[in-house]
């Protein structure tokens, strides 16, 4: 397997790196991962990176991008935080993936049973993690197909709300990067949200919240999406 660099990085679009992390995790959830020599790709990567994707996702343990993905050093950036929320820091990561490293693609990556969604429909508050709850909170006021245990011990509820979480984040992706903004609109880059299931390994990515722009979507209206 061959170590990105900026000619090959050049030549992928947003909708060709979507295709090769669908094909990553096809082959992770069927265990035939890509041989590759990380020792070599230390070497290749020594002077600079060129990842063709930015994924933001949880920091759960069973949930790294780099595995679930089949993907080696130099290949993607990833951006961890519990809930897989977006705040300024995380923006401005992004900003420098894409507009300053070339990434092509951004993806919003929630998971099965998250620990983080779980805090927040239980409103948890303890110390520094109040805050990043509180990020997630709106997805548990929007989640209204629940009439019963609206709480962590309903997993419906949970699996629900960390779905709504994944959607309202590629918004607010879209929502507060001028940048990022227009670079979708260019059709530069490309953003989607999906989720990992943590019992089979694969990632359903959610077609309404893909905002790529090429031959396949001419246009893309992102004007409502951001009022």
Known sequence: MRTL?????????????????????SRFVNNLKLHRNLLEQVND??????????????IDSRTSAEL??????????????????????ILGSMEFACKVAGSKLIVVLGHSKCGAVKGACDHVEMGNLTELLSKIQPAV????????????????????????NVKRTVKSVIQRSY??????????????GGMHNIETGTVEF??????????????LNLKELVK
């Open 5 to 25: 660099n900026k000619e090959l990085q050049s030549q992928i679009s947003p909708r060709k790196a979507l295709e090769l992390l669908k094909e990553g995790n």
């Open 45 to 58: 990567t020594r002077d600079g990176q060129w990842p063709f994707a930015t994924i933001l996702s949880c």
């Open 68 to 89: 679930i993905f089949d993907q080696g050093l130099g290949d993607i950036f990833s951006i961890r935080i519990a809930g897989n929320v977006a705040n300024t820091d």
């Open 141 to 164: 006021y929007e989640e209204q197909q629940t009439t019963g245990e609206r709480s962590s011990k309903n997993g419906q509820f949970v699996e629900n709300v960390a779905e709504i």
């Open 179 to 192: 940048i990022l903004e227009q670079m979708i609109e260019n059709g530069e880059i490309g953003i989607i």
């Open 206 to 219: 959610y077609p309404e919240t893909e905002f790529i722009k090429d031959e396949l979507n001419p246009e």
